[in-house]
C-alpha cells in the first residue's frame, strides 16, 4: 500500500458553539485524488478548513506525513506542504495577475516555475499583466491555483473549484488535475458538481452531518450511484 499522506481520526471541530464535525475519519495516500462529496452544510469546506488549522477548536487527530497536526497554527501545517485553494479564491484586485501569483511565499522545495505555470495555464500568461479584477471566474480560479503551486505543496486542498464556470474551463480544470496527479500531486476536492468529480476521483468519501457515511473507490462508482442519489440528487 503506498503512503498515507493525510491521516484523519475521529476529528471533531467547532466554530464557536457550533459542533460542525463529528468524529470524522478519512485517509488520502501519496498521489491519490480523493474527493469529498455531499450537501451544503455536511462539513466537507470545514474538514478541509480543519486540516489546515482554520476552524476554531479541534479535537481528534490530523496527520499529515506522519506528523500529528492537531494543535498546529496554520502557517506550520502549510510549512508541511500543504496547499489550500478555498471557495472565495482571495485574488486580490489591485495586484496584477502575477503580482498575485507571485504573492504566497515558498515553503518548500520543487514548487512550479512561473514558466511551467505558464505553459499549464496559457490564459494565466497573456494576463499577466492585467489587475485581478480584470480576470474572468476561469481566470481567477486557475491562478488560485497556480499560487498553490508556486509554494511548493504536494498535498492540495481544493475546494469547490468549478463552481460558477463554464464548461469549457471545467474541463481545463479537470485536464490540470489529471496533469498534477501525473506529476505526483495528491489531491482533496470539494466538489458539488459531481461529473466533474466522477472521473477524477480514485476514491469518494461521502459526509452528511459532518460525518463520513460511505466511502468507496472509482470501480464501485456504479454500484453507488443509488446511494448517491438518496445523499446528494444526483
Given at each position: 500500500m503506498t503512503n498515507e499522506i493525510l491521516h484523519i481520526k475521529?476529528?471533531?471541530a467547532w466554530y464557536g458553539e457550533s459542533h460542525i464535525l463529528h468524529g470524522v475519519n478519512l485517509t488520502v495516500r501519496q498521489g491519490e485524488v480523493v474527493t469529498l462529496l455531499g450537501r451544503n452544510g455536511a462539513g466537507r469546506t470545514t474538514t478541509m478548513r480543519a486540516i489546515v488549522g482554520l476552524t476554531g477548536t479541534r479535537k481528534g487527530s490530523i496527520k499529515i506525513n506522519g506528523v500529528e497536526t492537531i494543535k498546529?497554527?496554520?502557517?506550520?501545517?502549510a510549512h508541511l506542504g500543504v496547499g489550500y485553494c478555498p471557495e472565495e479564491r482571495g485574488i486580490f484586485a489591485s495586484l496584477t495577475a502575477e503580482e498575485n501569483l507571485m504573492l504566497p511565499p515558498t515553503i518548500a522545495a520543487g514548487g512550479m516555475s512561473v514558466e511551467e505555470i505558464y505553459q499549464m495555464f496559457p490564459n494565466l500568461k497573456e494576463r499577466a499583466a492585467s489587475p485581478g479584477t480584470r480576470l474572468s471566474g476561469g481566470e481567477q480560479q486557475m491562478l488560485a491555483v497556480a499560487r498553490i503551486l508556486r509554494t511548493g505543496a504536494r498535498l492540495l486542498l481544493l475546494d469547490e473549484i468549478s463552481e460558477g464556470l463554464a464548461p469549457v474551463i471545467v474541463q481545463k480544470l479537470a485536464e490540470m488535475i489529471l496533469t498534477?496527479?501525473?506529476?505526483g500531486y495528491t489531491i482533496v476536492l470539494v466538489e458539488q458538481n459531481f461529473r466533474f468529480a466522477a472521473p477524477l476521483a480514485d476514491r469518494f468519501y461521502v459526509m452528511e452531518h459532518g460525518t463520513i457515511v460511505k466511502q468507496f473507490a472509482q470501480h464501485e462508482l456504479q454500484d453507488n450511484l443509488g446511494m448517491l442519489q438518496e445523499y446528494l440528487g444526483v
Open positions: 475521529d476529528l471533531h498546529l497554527a496554520p502557517h506550520k501545517v498534477l496527479k501525473a506529476k
